[in-house]
Structure formats: C-alpha cells, structure tokens
C-alpha cells in the first residue's frame, strides 16, 4: 500500500490550502467502520501465520479461530487501510467544489514521482461515486491511472452500502509503487450502528505468500450486533504441496462471547478424495473439538461441547 501512502500524502497537502464546501461529498466515500470485518479476541489470539498446527491441541487457542482471523486480517490491513487514507483525503477542504462534483489535487509533493486525485460526484440523494486517480509526474492528466474506484450510498456516520475496487496492477504502472498485484473487489453493507453487516471481498490474481503464485480467494462475512458473526473463505492453490491445486473453503460462525467453530473442505488436485476439518473453540479462543479426516491421530472432543453442534461448509 506504500504507493496509494505516497499519493494520498500529496493530496493532504494540496488540499490544506483548498475553499471548503464540500460536507455533502465527504459523506459520499465509506468510512473504514463501513467494511471492517470483526471477530471476538483476547490478547492471548494469534495473528495471521500464528499458533498454525497440523493437528489439533485440546485447551490450546484453536487453530481455525487463528485462520478465521487471519483472514480478516488479511482483509481488513489491505481494504481498510486503503479507505482510512481516503477518509484523511476528505477531511481537508477539497481543491476545487461544483453543485455536483469535488475534487482533492492533483498535487505532486516534492519528493514524490507520482501524482495524485481524488474525485468525489454526487448521482442523486445520498448517492455518489468516487475515484482515486494516479500519474507519473511527469506525464499528461490523460495518463491518470484509476487505483480506486466505487459507489456509495450513504446513511450518515460513513455508512452505508456500496461495492469499491482496489487496483494494484494499476497502481504498479506508476513510477512508485509497492509489490501487490490483482484486484480486490469489495461489496458492503451497514447502514447504521446497530444494522446487521455484510463484506464480501473477491480478491483476483494476488500474490499468495506462501507460494509466490497467483491465486484468486474469496470471503463473505456477516455481523449481527450483540449476536455473533459468520465468515465464509475460499481459495484454489496448492494446499497439499503437490504440483495441482486445490480448492478449499471455510466457514467459521461465532457468538458474541467468542465461542465457535469452523469447518474447512479441501478438494481436487493432489487430493484422491475430499478433506474435511471440524473444530470448534469455548469464549477464550481454546479448542475443545477436533476433527481431520486426513489424520488417524490428534483428534479429540465431541460435537456435543460445541456451541455450534452441527458442521456447516461453505457454500461459496
């Protein structure tokens, strides 16, 4: 994301000496609280790529908990960090302000190879779209490059409903710009404070860490305040270590407290018949459930300690 850091930073420090006007567009791009997925923690919880085993560990914080998170994680430090940078852009008075449109640049900071802008226009009522343009300094205006782009209906407080897409390979044509590649396509809900949520991210083409390969990988996740949530996931690489690539997917669901569970199928590739995996986790993230069809040992519990008792795969 150091590319989009480098042109927002720009745009902040054109926009400081721009006329103001501009409250209504404002509310036209989503806050981050808009499109964070959130899931039960404690300071004991792993991050992404922590507390991985290959089987289970009774009492241990439960492997598919630090999965799920990590998803989340992963969604949350590419997509939010990308609207936290727009909410800073909006917050300063716009460089220009018609009936219909405001605009924040196009400016180049002194250090900077890129150029940067951000566009804001109104469709109707509470209804706008919104880009975020880049170029190399030195090229035309005609070469702006669209980094990210969306529509938005808002309900007040950075809410609402909308769809926005991230453009890494776009953003890797400017002079300056960091190693993510693909895009990543994300469609919200949460209208108010207390309204059910609803994230569904589609990421295309990015580089998988662990592989270095393209991959695409999808998740869903849902919020029902002071319930509980759900998160579905599902990605095609190779989990196996084999030359194929599987498919696998996951759905976790949890309740207000932190207590759920997760159940996981891989399938195709190296694989001669379908994995499964079932576990489940009490409100301090411990496992006490355990299931692996692959393996004949380190599995443990029953589904009666579940507060989900019954598996649910994804259906994505």
Known sequence: MRHLMAVTSAVLLAAACGPDGAEAFR???????AVTMKLPGSSKQPLQGEGTRRDGLEGETAMMYGFTRGVTVLVNTGVVATLTLVEKIVAYPPTSVTADT?????????????????TVERLGPEQFSYTFEGRGKNEPD????VLLSGTHIATGDKLGSGTFLIDWDQAKQLPEHDNNVGQANITYSKTSTTADASI???FTNVRDADTGMLVSATSAYTEVPGQGGSLEFSAHKSFVGGPALETMTARSRW?????????????????????????CWDSNFASRYFLASYSASGNYGAPSVCVFASPEYATQ
């Open 27 to 33: 509310n036209g791009v989503p806050g981050s609280n």
């Open 102 to 118: 405001a605009t924040w640049g196009p400016y180049t900071d002194a250090l900077s190879p890129n150029t940067g802008k951000l």
């Open 142 to 145: 005609s070469a702006f490059r």
């Open 200 to 202: 569904t991210a589609l």
């Open 255 to 279: 309740q207000q407290d932190g207590a759920g569970r997760s159940d996981a199928k891989t399938v195709g590739g190296d694989l001669t018949e379908p994995a499964t995996l079932n576990e």
